[in-house]
């Protein structure tokens, strides 16, 4: 008999918000606090080797608290949404049968909300169907394929940016493999909760505080070796895949090493494209009414994050 789905709004906490927020720190504490283990949130946290420009937990942090859901899969790969909430199902229920607690940290947010809210029982991701429709998408452009997906889905189309090329073409791909607009098999999953009913915590910084603390970061991963570990994850001359190569920092540092900017030029790329990014965050955060911001002061610390979060999550 199958396993009994879990009911994440309700049996989990969540810890995020946009980069640099603040949430590895606190999500440390707050693990120790509730008896928890942390689930990353964190999309590109789940590729092997792609270690200092996620972020991704050292061995100290884990050796401190049991994280999960990190190092699935190899840079060159693919990973969907269906196959994270697979894998984080999974690693929930292990952690509750084991007596403790799950604690999402991440700042992905359709992760967040195919945990929350649920997934639409589409069809699996169609990697040849896929390739195809990227293929076109080099050849047209979005736009193009915009205008095609408004033909067949013009809901869908509506609330996608014609710029928004991953949504345009997964829209495109579940229609091509299933004959049916993806906008129809998505609407019995858009249930909200307030909330109240939830435990998800969404770390908030002034605007200057926020950016300060992005251009600190980037220049930290710099100083520790990014270039380096991009260099290294395609020395055996496979590259990355289609996410990898897109993600912050990495992108960039591939058009580097590939002579079109010079490292200073890189660094101001990686941090503008990061301040977009954590803007992009923070509107889907404010989408969803299961989320509970917390305003964090530049210099507050951790545990006192930590106490608030815990006082109203009680």
């Given at each position: 008999?199958?396993?009994?789905?879990?009911?994440?709004a309700?049996?989990?906490?969540?810890?995020?918000?946009?980069?640099?927020s603040?949430?590895?720190?606190?999500?440390?504490?707050?693990?120790?606090?509730l008896?928890?283990?942390?689930?990353?949130?964190?999309?590109?946290?789940?590729?092997?080797?792609?270690?200092?420009?996620?972020a991704?937990?050292?061995?100290?942090?884990?050796?401190?608290?049991?994280?999960?859901l990190?190092?699935?899969?190899?840079?060159?790969?693919?990973?969907?949404?269906?196959?994270?909430r697979?894998?984080?199902?999974?690693?929930?229920?292990?952690?509750?049968?084991?007596?403790?607690?799950?604690?999402?940290?991440?700042?992905?947010?359709?992760?967040?909300?195919?945990?929350?809210?649920?997934?639409?029982?589409g069809?699996?991701?169609?990697?040849?169907?896929?390739?195809?429709?990227?293929?076109?998408?080099?050849?047209?452009?979005?736009?193009?394929?915009h205008?095609?997906l408004?033909?067949?889905?013009?809901?869908?189309?509506?609330?996608?940016?014609?710029?928004?090329?991953?949504?345009?073409?997964?829209?495109?791909?579940?229609?091509?493999?299933?004959?049916?607009?993806?906008?129809?098999?998505?609407?019995?999953?858009?249930?909200?909760r307030?909330?109240?009913?939830?435990?998800?915590?969404?770390?908030?910084?002034?605007?200057?505080?926020?950016?300060?603390?992005?251009?600190?970061?980037?220049?930290?991963?710099?100083?520790?070796?990014?270039?380096?570990?991009?260099?290294?994850?395609?020395a055996?001359?496979?590259?990355?895949?289609?996410?990898?190569?897109?993600?912050?920092?990495?992108?960039?540092?591939l058009?580097?090493?590939?002579?079109?900017?010079?490292?200073?030029?890189?660094?101001?790329?990686?941090?503008?494209?990061?301040?977009?990014?954590a803007?992009?965050?923070?509107?889907?955060?404010?989408?969803?009414?299961?989320?509970?911001?917390?305003?964090?002061?530049?210099?507050?610390?951790?545990?006192?994050v930590?106490?608030?979060i815990?006082?109203?999550?009680?």
């Open positions: 008999m199958p396993a009994t789905p879990i009911d994440f309700a049996e989990c906490w969540f810890l995020t918000g946009a980069t640099a603040g949430k590895t720190s606190v999500g440390l504490a707050l693990a120790e606090r008896g928890a283990e942390i689930l990353s949130l964190d999309s590109m946290a789940v590729y092997r080797g792609m270690d200092i420009g996620t991704k937990p050292d061995a100290e942090s884990q050796r401190r608290v049991p994280h999960h990190i190092d699935l899969r190899d840079p060159h790969e693919e990973f969907s949404v269906a196959e994270y697979a894998a984080a199902e999974a690693a929930a229920r292990d952690v509750i049968l084991r007596g403790r607690k799950p604690l999402f940290v991440g700042g992905t947010p359709m992760y967040l909300k195919c945990l929350i809210r649920g997934l639409f029982d069809p699996a991701a169609n990697w040849e169907l896929r390739r195809d429709l990227e293929q076109e998408l080099s050849r047209e452009g979005a736009a193009v394929l205008e095609r408004a033909l067949v889905d013009p809901v869908a189309a509506s609330n996608i940016h014609p710029n928004d090329a991953r949504r345009i073409v997964r829209a495109l791909e579940v229609f091509r493999a299933t004959g049916e607009p993806i906008s129809h098999q998505q609407m019995q999953f858009d249930d909200a307030p909330a109240d009913e939830c435990r998800v915590f969404v770390l908030k910084r002034d605007r200057s505080d926020q950016h300060k603390r992005i251009e600190a970061r980037v220049e930290a991963m710099m100083s520790e070796g990014l270039v380096d570990e991009v260099r290294a994850l395609t055996h001359g496979r590259p990355l895949g289609r996410s990898a190569s897109q993600a912050v920092g990495y992108r960039e540092v058009q580097h090493l590939a002579g079109e900017y010079g490292l200073a030029e890189t660094i101001e790329r990686v941090q503008a494209r990061t301040r977009r990014f803007k992009r965050q923070g509107t889907w955060f404010r989408s969803l009414s299961e989320s509970r911001f917390v305003d964090v002061a530049p210099d507050e610390t951790p545990d006192s930590t106490e608030r815990l006082a109203a999550g009680r």
